[in-house]
């Protein structure tokens, strides 16, 4: 089946454009980090539907994100000299601005990582971007004509595995989580004028990369979330005072890296993790209490061998959690028990990207560039179009404004309903 067919039946049917502007795409996994595409794309295919196709200026592993006609992306040179902030505009494809910072190649690095592997953030005035220079880690701040704005230094970043980490924009504050193999932090920047906010230590172990996401609860107040190796916490946005914390409880010798964003299902924190051939893990936590939480804190738990995702991120859909893991299978759990109620091969090959979720389709990419898309239904897998990209894809996707957009190693792709 064509990416054109896939694309019909992934997303929304309908037969004239929406008269409001959609939802941007702020942040790395979409709004709130959730993956799920919240809006009415009209689709009509009668013919190819690939809008535009870019060369982009270097490599990387980041995704692309959506603020109104514009996308955003990082990249990297291909000699490791420097490191680039790419703006295209979104209806043709045309690079409008390219911002670069000097670079050294890393002493150290995964062999599925990049040195671009971070993605940007925007509040809709102003994109900032999480920068690793291949020795320390910065935070450059841009309006959105290319005007840099502020920069913060974050110091010196060591793993073995690289970076990759990506920011988050709150009511006007920066939130990065800086996890390295020697230190680990949450950071909070005013978004407008790089002051720093605060700052507090976390338990430092393996070099994780997830991104914080927003607790909104009726009549309580925002937590800000963050799921690392070593626990998952609960902070008040303002001023970085833990709410609570789960520590992760390790019964392997093994403390696995978390990469994969945690998300919200059921009521609960579900943050899962691995390590190569070491296992993995996915946990779930509730989300009120005091303190240190215990066991108590624990609504479910999965200790797979390696049927949980790690790289990929899973998405929450009706009561049930969806995922493709790094092996290339397909899954579905119910998200307030754990249980797996399918697991399906959909992939020969591996998976590093995470898939988005529209009008209860998932649609994931696997890193040679197959996609495939199938119904987010707890009955059974069921496939409902497949295509090839043509070039490997590590990145996750992008939705906005009835369009698709997908980064390949070489190109960045924007697909789109024919008339839209």
């Known amino acids: 089946m064509t990416l054109l067919r896939l694309m019909a039946l992934a997303f929304l049917a309908g037969s004239s454009l929406t008269s409001a502007r959609a939802a941007d795409w702020p942040r790395l996994r979409g709004p709130n980090g959730s993956g799920v595409v919240a809006e009415a794309i009209p689709v009509k295919f009668t013919g190819e539907n690939q809008l535009w196709k870019t060369p982009l200026p270097g490599s990387g592993h980041g995704s692309p994100i959506v603020v109104g006609e ?14 680039s902030l790419i703006c295209l505009n979104a209806k043709t494809g045309k690079i409008d601005w390219t911002k670069d910072v000097a670079a050294q190649k890393p002493n150290s690095i995964h062999r599925k990582n990049s040195s671009a592997s971070s993605t ?3 509040d809709g005035e102003r994109v900032i971007a999480a920068v690793w220079d291949g020795a320390a880690l910065a935070l450059y701040a841009y309006d959105l004509t290319g005007k840099e704005i502020w920069n913060a230094s974050l110091g010196a970043y060591s793993s073995a595995h690289g970076a990759g980490h990506s920011p ?14 020697l230190s680990a932090k949450l950071v909070a920047f005013d978004a407008k004028t790089g002051e ?7 338990v430092k172990e393996r070099a994780s990369y997830t991104t914080p996401l927003m607790l909104e609860e009726k009549g309580k107040p925002a937590q800000l979330i963050l799921g690392t190796t070593t626990t998952v916490d609960s902070y008040d946005p303002n001023t970085g005072k833990t709410n609570w914390t789960y520590t992760v409880a390790w019964e392997s010798r093994t403390k696995l890296r978390a990469v994969g964003q945690p998300l919200i299902a059921a009521g609960n924190i579900v943050t899962y993790m691995g390590e190569g051939g070491s296992g993995r893990y996915m946990v779930a936590v509730k989300t009120d209490g005091a303190g240190e939480l215990g066991a108590k804190g624990k609504a479910w738990d999965l200790k797979e061998k390696d049927r949980t995702p790690y790289v990929p991120s899973a998405l929450a859909y009706e009561d049930h959690l969806y ?6 299978f397909a899954a579905c759990a119910e998200a307030k028990t ?7 091969r959909a992939f020969p090959k591996g998976v590093s990207s995470s898939p988005i979720l529209v009008n209860g389709v998932v649609l994931a990419f696997d890193e040679t560039g197959r996609s495939l898309a199938f119904q987010a239904s707890p009955k059974a897998y069921e496939t409902v179009g497949e295509s090839t990209l043509g070039e490997p894809v590590f990145a996750s996707p992008a ?6 957009f997908v980064r390949g190693m070489q190109n960045l792709y924007c697909f789109v309903a024919k008339g839209s």
């Open 323 to 328: 995922w493709v893991n790094d092996t290339g």
């Open 70 to 83: 514009r996308v955003f992306v990082q990249a990297c040179s291909t000699d490791n000299a420097k490191r």
């Open 168 to 181: 988050m924009i709150f009511e006007g504050v920066v939130y990065l989580n800086v996890d390295s193999d």
């Open 120 to 122: 940007p953030a925007s």
């Open 196 to 202: 720093k906010k605060w700052a507090v230590d976390r």
């Open 338 to 344: 754990g249980k797996i109620l399918w697991y399906e």
């Open 399 to 404: 939705a906005a404004n009835g369009r698709l």
